[in-house]
T-cell receptor, first 112, second 111 residues
Framework: DQQVKQNSPSLSVQEGRISILNCDYT??????FLWYKKYPAEGPTFLIS?????DKNEDGRFTVFLNKSAKHLSLHIVPSQPGDSAVYFC???????????FGAGTRLTVKP | KAGVTQTPRYLIKTRGQQVTLSCSPI?????VSWYQQTPGQGLQFLFE???????NKGNFPGRFSGRQFSNSRSEMNVSTLELGDSALYLC??????????FGQGTRLTVV
């Protein structure tokens, strides 16, 4: 039962443009959402999070938007850089202490 | 501060064998979670240990088991290996105040 879905397995963007990665979830109990970035041969690293009391969280070039009514969140990277090329995983949990459920990941390629 | 350490990094086993993977969490982290990553399936939650007790469990068969020691180090065991168990197994540690930090993973190949 895939409670967190990332429907785009891959995304290719030109350097300097905006990358938008999308994530949908089905469990209405999820209240805490995270994005992880994964390079080959490395474990995922935490990127940014958002809790349901907010609809937007920014950290430098990375912004996460949450639409609870649509059970949808997105990660925006502006401007995209070649070093952003990685697999991005969306994760959700009922609270910050609960276990995360991950999406299948989206492979982002930023072309110079 | 040392990160999450998983050993071994690579492993090749034959069908029917059993395997034990090890995870040393970040010092001070009491929670250790295990995930399986396969192409197209993303990261699937296996189980979580906190203070030597299994706190949560995902939807994996009983062949997958784990344990946690008093120093928070954790092991994961898979018995009667199947070809479909070939995957990257990731361990993550966390405290009550932090997001999860992942190790580099153990790549298991079952032949």
């Amino acid at each position: 039962d895939q409670q967190v879905k990332q429907n785009s397995p891959s995304l290719s963007v030109q350097e300097g443009r905006i990358s938008i990665l999308n994530c949908d979830y089905t469990n209405s109990m999820f209240d805490y959402f995270l994005w992880y970035k994964k390079y080959p041969a490395e474990g995922p690293t935490f990127l940014i999070s958002i809790s349901s009391i907010k609809d937007k969280n920014e950290d430098g070039r990375f912004t996460v938007f949450l639409n609870k009514s649509a059970k949808h969140l997105s990660l925006h990277i502006v401007p995209s850089q070649p070093g952003d090329s990685a697999v991005y995983f969306c994760a959700a949990s009922a609270n910050v202490w609960d276990d995360m459920r991950f999406g299948a990941g989206t492979r982002l390629t930023v072309k110079p | 501060k040392a990160g999450v350490t998983q050993t071994p990094r690579y492993l090749i086993k034959t069908r029917g064998q059993q395997v034990t993977l090890s995870c040393s969490p970040i010092s001070g982290h009491r929670s250790v979670s295990w995930y399986q990553q396969t192409p197209g399936q993303g990261l699937q939650f296996l189980f979580e240990y906190f203070s030597e007790t299994q706190r949560n469990k995902g939807n994996f068969p009983g062949r997958f088991s784990g344990r946690q020691f008093s120093n928070s180090r954790s092991e994961m065991n898979v018995s009667t290996l199947e070809l479909g168990d070939s995957a990257l197994y990731l361990c993550a540690s966390s405290s009550e105040y932090t997001e999860a930090f992942f190790g580099q993973g153990t790549r298991l190949t079952v032949v």
